[in-house]
């Protein structure tokens, strides 16, 4: 059974002020994506299909793509705002794509097998790729929309340079994911965890919720269902300009339709991203002590 890594690393990171998933942070000039695919090789994946821009690919090809092809296959997939259901066209003023759920819904053509999905921005660890690969090579091949879900403690997935967007999971008895609820502007104040509401209430967290970091595993089934769900969220949501199809929507949706059943993994590794440029510094400190402590090598690809 082949399993494919699916890199969603389209987004420019208007946060961050440049192309971050460029960005050399490991001790020999590794991005944070070298790792990503590097542990995902470990845990048995046998395909990365990296989700670029298509007026990014031949800097991405030449400097990331080329770095794995004697190593694992390699595809490309193109996000583009364009590519939307039949009948749907982009209103006037629209900049950007349409969020993580079209970026999966874009690669489409190439994901007929069990597949991870990861940010290309974020370090998940080594642990939430041999889970995510346990529960791909383990999940019964019955039809069913199955996938699971890596998960992390959220007040260690925070900034101290700004507010962050985050999933708020919740589980049933049986372990599987009942919800996830986006919260997008989650940031520490006074050693309180908070979260602005769109209607400028705050709510206050514990820190200790799991959250998705958008680090999943699916069967291929949930591909047939994505352009439906997309449909539906571009007939509520098609002419704003700023609206996003964000893939725990979609999964989130398919659970409350009881169509799916999505495992709550947690994983025991630390979780840190490029958000702001101000978190480039702690990221490069993380990953060298990672490396003096023998879990990377000084230099991932020789």
């Known amino acids: 059974m082949k399993l494919t890594l699916l890199v969603l690393a389209a987004g420019m990171g208007s946060r961050y ?18 790792y990503s695919v590097f542990d995902a090789m470990r845990a048995g994946f046998d395909r990365v299909v990296f989700v670029i821009r298509k007026d990014i690919e031949e800097a991405f090809r030449a400097a990331i793509g080329s770095r794995y092809a004697d190593r694992i296959e390699v595809a490309y997939a193109f996000q583009d705002m364009n590519d939307l ?12 794509p349409w969020g993580t759920g079209q970026a999966v819904y874009a690669a489409r053509k190439l994901l007929d097998g069990p597949f991870a999905v990861i940010n290309a921005d ?8 041999r889970k995510l690969a346990g529960y791909l090579k383990s999940a019964p091949e019955d ?3 199955r996938g699971c879900i890596a998960s992390f403690v ?9 507010s962050v967007s985050r999933g708020i999971c919740s589980a049933d008895a049986a372990g ?23 209607d400028g209430a705050e709510l206050e967290f514990t820190g200790g919720e799991l959250v998705s970091m958008n680090s999943w ?31 725990p929507f979609a999964v989130d949706t398919l659970i409350r339709e009881g169509r799916a059943e999505i495992k709550m993994l947690k994983s025991e590794d630390s979780w840190f991203g490029i958000t702001y440029r101000e978190d480039k510094p702690f990221v ?17 690809f020789k």
């Open 217 to 247: 595993g699916f069967m291929p089934e949930l591909v047939g269902e994505l352009e439906r769900l997309f449909t539906g969220f571009l007939e509520e949501h098609g002419t704003e300009l700023k609206s996003e199809f964000y893939l």
């Open 154 to 162: 959220l007040s260690n997935t925070l900034s101290e340079n700004g």
């Open 85 to 96: 259901p039949a009948g749907f066209r982009v209103p006037e003023g629209r900049t950007k």
């Open 284 to 300: 490069q400190a993380a990953l060298r002590k990672l490396v003096a402590e023998g879990a990377y090598p000084e230099k991932l």
């Open 122 to 129: 974020d370090f998940y660890g080594a642990d939430s790729y």
């Open 143 to 145: 039809g069913k929309i």
């Open 176 to 198: 599987n994911l009942s919800k996830v609820v986006e919260n997008t502007k989650i940031f520490r104040r006074d050693g309180k965890v908070i979260s602005v509401q769109e």
């Open 17 to 34: 002020g440049g192309l971050k998933q460029l960005d050399e942070v490991g001790p020999s000039g590794e991005t944070v994506m070298d």
